[in-house]
């Protein structure tokens, strides 16, 4: 209980003071959080074309037009991508990329990932 309050609080603190950033946790537990390509056709969530070129991204919770920093935990490369889609909605899985943004960072399949919002400049 004392716990929660304390996070609660430590949030509240993080928005409250506009950080430029805010690191979403790469574990669950003892999970790693994946990232997917998504390989669909036809419109986001948002309304827009899906582009499999651009650095875009689904995530579940996330407000359209977030800009999110993604680590590949396994070679340290990253990607700035905007979220403009919902999903993944399988268990473990954290953001569905577009090839391309899975292509600047070197996956093909599911890699354990960190996200970190950024603040648009």
């Known amino acids: 209980m004392i ?25 669950s537990g003892d999970n790693p959080q994946l990232a997917t390509i998504c390989t669909q056709a036809g419109k986001t969530s948002n309304g827009e074309t899906f582009s499999p070129s651009k650095l875009t991204a689904a995530h579940r919770t996330l407000p359209f037009g977030t800009m999110v920093r993604v680590t590949n ?31 600047e960072l070197k996956f093909s399949d599911l890699t354990p990932v960190t996200l970190e919002v950024v603040k648009p400049q």
């Open 73 to 103: 935990l396994r070679n340290g490369r990253t990607v700035i991508v905007r979220i403009n889609d919902r999903g993944p909605f399988t268990k473990g899985r954290i953001i569905d990329l577009t090839p391309a943004a899975a292509a």
């Open 3 to 27: 716990k929660s309050a304390i996070r609660i609080a430590a949030c509240t603190v993080v928005l409250a003071t506009g950080l430029a950033s805010l690191v979403v946790p790469a574990v």
